[in-house]
Each structure stands twice: as structure tokens, then as C-alpha cells.
């Protein structure tokens, strides 16, 4: 009841209330914050790896001799084991695409037709046009899926068609010749990040072979597990399958400048945020400061009535610890609905102001991903909780020690 009635009180009677309302409204703020920006780097690096892992596997298998009919029997082998959900064998290599007058560098995947339908992440994401046909008739066809974003700057659509030409095509007695061979545009497919939409055809695997120069030879086999984190341990089954000569990588290798990067990224932009929510909780000092000092004689007369140290300092300390308590509550709850609600919220905000918020050739990706980990949510209430009362601990002390003589002398 104290501690209420003195945050309420008005300055003219020795009140705090406007410094315990800076106080509140920083510590909200700062604990809201810190929740939506861990919040989306959490979300931007679950899309990220979700994205990429389902675009290009988790554990790849190269070198050696990935010859057919071996390799096919390899994949098999690798598809057998358990927790592996897929085992593709592939035939990659750069191009140019010559479409409606544009032109553009573009990555050639080779992958038979049953491996694509596999591939959720395209096969799941075809905007328009179809996957039927693809991988019929002799070498496959010439039908070729590519990149919705790629498909614009090229100005094609489904069933017009599209010039490859390759820098290392057949040999011939005056060495390897550029291949060039017009294909028919079969469907297009979006990911949601830029960097995949805007390069990657994909193409029947044995007209891949043909128009590479690589009969009855791929790239690489890529394999997809059930769970990405398992990956490492499992490199050791795969390449004891896969014989001496092959080399045998997983993702994390693959990428791991920008997978460390994000990762010190995210630690570094938490521990900065905490320093924050602390200098947000020091406002609780100085304004429990200039209330005890206000209230010395309050405290006085309740210490002549009998009141303990210890009354004291929980009447200060309750004062202090629910301006914290409060403002951590508060924004906890704007955190979370900022977090669910951002969507809308990116819509409203370039609608208002004509701009687009969030540039997917940046960003690679289309919008502004989120995701709430409560785990972490926990860790920084327990933070802001944790500052707010250790900031209201010196006052309290400080008024629980004050001695009533002294308080009561110049009154």
C-alpha cells in the first residue's frame, strides 16, 4: 500500500510519478525491442536455412567416380539408409540464357524428373506452368523449369522458348566448342529468395549429360536428411559407401563463413540489447534516489512507530521492483503481438509511405520473417526482471539505514 501511494503521489507532496513513468516507458520499450529484434534474426535465420537447405541438401557427395551405372547405385545405397530422405545425383554448371532480347548468367541443375517432385521447395512452388513432360522423351526432352524472377528479366513465359549456351561443350578436334540449343520454358517455380529465383534452370539429367559434354557422368550427388542437425554424423556412413576417392561435405561447410556470421551477428546485437534494457532500469535509481530523499520524514515517523529496517527496504524495494516488474510485463506483451502482427504491420507501414520496407534483392527474401523463441523470451524477462531489481536494491538500502534523529532534526 506504501509503496503504491508514494509512485502515485504528486511532486507537490514528494512524489516521483513522471520519472517512475520515464522509467516504465524505458524499460518497456527497451525489453519490446529487444524481443521483436531477436525475434526476427531468429525468423531471418530459420528462413534462411530452411530455404537453403531445401533448395540445395544437407550433405554432398563429389569427386571420386560418379560414373553411371555406379552412381545410380550409390544413390540408392545412400537412400537406404536411415534418416536420408532423398539422394539425387545432379550434373551443375554455369550458362547464359538468352530469352525475349535479355540475356543472363544462370545456373544448369541436371536432375531426373522424379528427384524434382522431390524437391518440395520447387516442385511445391511452381507459379505457372506445369512439371508434365518434364523428363519425357528421348535425353529427357527439351523441357526446362526456371526461376519465376529470372523469367521476367527474360521476358519468357511458360511454353515460349529459351537459348542456353554453354562455354564448355562438346569436344571436337579443335577443342571444347560452346554448345548452344533452344529449350521450351515448361513452368516456373519461387522460393522466396532472389538469389535462387533469379539463377537456377533446372533441366532433364541426361540432357543435361548432353549438353554439358558429361555422358553417363554427374556433378554431384545431393543428399537430404531428415534432420539438418544430424548431418555431420551421418558424412561418416555416406563416405564409407561412397569409397576413398570421394569427397564428402555437408552444409555447414559449404557455407560456413555465412552461417559464423550470422551467428556472431545475432550474439553480438543480443548482448548490445541487454546493455540497453540495463541503462533503461537505471532510471529506477534516480528516481527511487529523489524519493527517499523526499520522504525522509515519512520514513522517520514510520521507524519512530515501530517499523523495522526491513519494512523499510520492502516498502522502497516494491516501489522500485514494480516500476521494472511492469514495464517488463508490458513489453513482453508488445513484443509478441509486434512479432505476430508484423506482416500487417510491414504492409500498413509501405502503404503509408510508398516505399518498399523490405527489398527482397537485399534481404533475399520477400518479407520480414519472425519467429518468438519463448526459451529466449524467458532469458530476457529474467534479464530485465533481474537489472530492475538489483537497480531498486541501493535506495531501499539506503532508506531502510536512514536514522530517524537525524530525519526528524531540521523538520
Known sequence: MLAG???????SQGGVALISIISFVGIMLAVAVLIIVMSVMNGFRTELLDRTLGFNGHIFVSGGSL????????AGEIAGLPGVTQAAPLVEAQAM?????????VVVRGISAADLRATQIVSGNIVRGSLEGFGEGEYGGDLIVIGERLAQTLGVQPGDP???I????GATAFGFTPQRKTYTVAATFTVGMSEYDQLFIYMPLAQAQLFFGREGV???VEIRVADADRAMEMKSQIAELAGPTAIVTDWTQRNASFWNALKVERSVMRLILMLIVAIAAMNIISGLVMLVKNKGRDIAILRTMGAGRGAILRVFFMAGASVGALGTLVGLVLGVLFCLFIGPIQNFVEWVTGAEVFSSDIYYLAHIPAQ???REVLIIVAWALGVSFVATLPPALRASRLDPVEALRYE
Open 162 to 164: 529459351l537459348t542456353l
Open 166 to 169: 554453354s562455354p564448355s561443350g
Open 5 to 11: 501511494r508514494y509512485l502515485r503521489a504528486k511532486r
Open 372 to 374: 518468438v523463441d519463448w
Open 97 to 105: 540464357a538468352l530469352g525475349q532480347g535479355q540475356i543472363s548468367g
Open 67 to 74: 560414373v553411371e551405372p555406379d552412381v545410380q547405385r550409390l
Open 218 to 220: 554427374v556433378d554431384v
